[in-house]
Each structure stands twice: as C-alpha cells, then as structure tokens.
T-cell receptor
C-alpha cells in the first residue's frame, strides 16, 4: 500500500511564478515530513522539513505547509527558477523503532520554463 | 570525504549472479540507510543501521538481499542469485543519528548504483 502519495507526476511552471507540489499520506503515525529534490544521475538532496507540531516551515523561497487533519502537505516555491527543475519527493517518518525509516512518495517532475 | 560515496556507479550482471554494492557514509554519521528506486517508482526503503543496534531489515524484499556494516562505517549490500526485477538504482544515505531531535533525521544521499540484471 502506498502510504505517501504524490498524485501529480509532473508540473510545469513559468519562471517567476509559484510552484505548488502536493503530497498526501495515510499513516497517522507519521510525525515528521521532508521534501527532497533530485537531479538526474544524482542522489536526492534534502530541501526542507516539518514536524507535526508545526503547520508551516519556511526557508528562503521554499515553504512547506502541513494540514494534519487532511493528512496533506505541500511545498511552495516562490519565485520559481529554471534551476528548480528537478524531481521532488516528499517523505515521512514515524517516531519509535521505525524513526529512521523514510517512506517516500513517487515523486513529481517540476519543469520551470524561462 | 565531503559526501556519501557509492561504488560501483553502474553494474551490469547476468541473472543468477551475486552482486555487492558498497557505500561509504559521511564521517561521523552513525545512521546508514539503503533504498532502491525502480523505474518509474519512488524510493523504497530496504534496511537501516543505527550505531550498534540491530539493523531494521523490514524493507528487504527477499532473503536474497542482505547488508552488513563493518566498524560502524562502510556498508555492503549483497544481492544473491540476481533476478531481472532486481534492476534498479540502489541508493545509500547516512545521517548524524536517529533521535527525537528533528535535525538528526536529515539523510544525505549518495549518487546511487545503477544495477542492470540481464
């Protein structure tokens, strides 16, 4: 079963506009969420994270929003730049013995056009 | 080294052969993880090591898969009697540790090993 889902396989945005990437999860035990960015032939790189005790975390152009009641999180990139074009994965983890294990979504390919 | 390194970067093998994939984590990182990404899929957790604790092997798909971490540093993922469905990119990651502290869960990934089983 897919516990973390990214329902949009791809997203195309104009440079300077906002990019919004969405992620849904089903496991209520998840309490820590992360976004990773991946370029071709490279490993994913950490972008931003949020704990379940917060509903928003901001880092420069990147903001992650968490809606626990809806089991939904989103990543906003403002303004979008061509260098942001990559695959974006959301991931989740739960405290306890499984805390080190990240469950990833399928990824969303973001293309930012100049 | 500055980051997580993995070797080889590419591996082509014949069905039924054994393969070993190597991961060198970031120095000082006590937690090490293996994932794989099959074509068109997300990253699938395989196994993680945390210090001297027993590894979490819950993600290993079959008993043909095993992993070791020697001296709390380098790790080797071994796949015995490879099958075509084992073809994927195998990613290793490390982190400072696994704890209640939020920052400790940031995982740093290597570039991966692309395994192709013919």
């Amino acid at each position: 079963d897919q516990q973390v889902k990214q329902n949009s396989p791809s997203l195309s945005v104009q440079e300077g506009r906002i990019s919004i990437l969405n992620c849904d999860y089903t496991n209520s035990m998840f309490d820590y969420f992360l976004w990773y960015k991946k370029y071709p032939a490279e490993g994913p790189t950490f972008l931003i994270s949020i704990s379940s005790i917060k509903d928003k975390n901001e880092d420069g152009r990147f903001t992650v929003f968490l809606n626990k009641s809806a089991k939904h999180l989103s990543l906003h990139i403002v303004p979008s730049q061509p260098g942001d074009s990559a695959v974006y994965f959301c991931a989740a983890s739960a405290r306890g013995t499984s805390y080190g294990k990240l469950t990833f979504g399928q990824g969303t390919i973001l293309t930012v056009h100049p | 080294g500055a980051g997580v390194s993995q070797s080889p970067s590419n591996k082509v093998t014949e069905k039924g052969k054994d393969v070993e994939l190597r991961c060198d984590p970031i120095s000082g990182h006590t937690a090490l993880y293996w994932y794989r990404q099959s074509l068109g899929q997300g990253l699938e957790f395989l196994i993680y090591f945390q210090g001297n604790s027993a590894p979490d092997k819950s993600g290993l798909p079959s008993d043909r898969f095993s992993a070791e971490r020697t001296g709390g540093s380098v790790s080797t993922l071994t796949i015995q009697r490879t099958q075509q469905e084992d073809s994927a990119v195998y990613l290793c990651a490390s982190s400072l540790g696994v704890a209640a502290y939020i920052d400790y869960n940031e995982q740093f990934f290597g570039p991966g090993t692309r395994l192709t089983v013919l």
